[in-house]
């Protein structure tokens, strides 16, 4: 396991932590990809997925032509003030959601999954 910042998760990873956060009960393939209810989960590429986390928890996103930030923003009401960038629009969310739950600033993050 890696410790790594919430900031910084991205594919595989940002989406087994999406999993740890919503506390979905999930399982690992040997491949490294979540399985919840018997399905891929992939917040962080289908709208399907992100969108439901997106009304579900209140997110509000915007984007700003920034050079110095990574383009899109999350936020909450439940961050209370605090916002979680990403290169599009469903990894800010993602990353969102992580924030906002026990996980908090840093996760835990099996090895296999950063490759």
């Known amino acids: ?13 940002l989406d087994y932590a999406v999993a740890l956060a919503i506390g979905a009960k999930f399982e690992m393939t040997k491949y490294g990809i979540c399985i919840v209810s018997g ?33 899109w923003s999350a936020t909450s009401p439940l961050l209370m ?3 979680f960038t990403g290169k ?17 600033d840093t996760v835990e993050i099996p090895e296999e999954l950063l490759k």
Not at 61 to 66: G, I, K, L, P
Not at 89 to 102: D, H, L, N, Q, Y
């Open 81 to 83: 003030g605090e916002y």
């Open 39 to 71: 399905d891929g989960f992939f917040p962080s590429f289908y709208w399907r997925i992100c969108g439901e986390l997106l009304e579900h928890y209140m997110i509000d996103v915007s984007f700003c032509n920034d050079e110095e930030y990574e383009p």
């Open 88 to 104: 599009n629009a469903k990894v800010a969310i993602c990353r969102a959601v992580v924030g906002m739950s026990k996980l908090g």
């Open 1 to 13: 396991m890696k410790t790594v910042k919430t900031s910084e998760l991205s594919g595989r990873a």
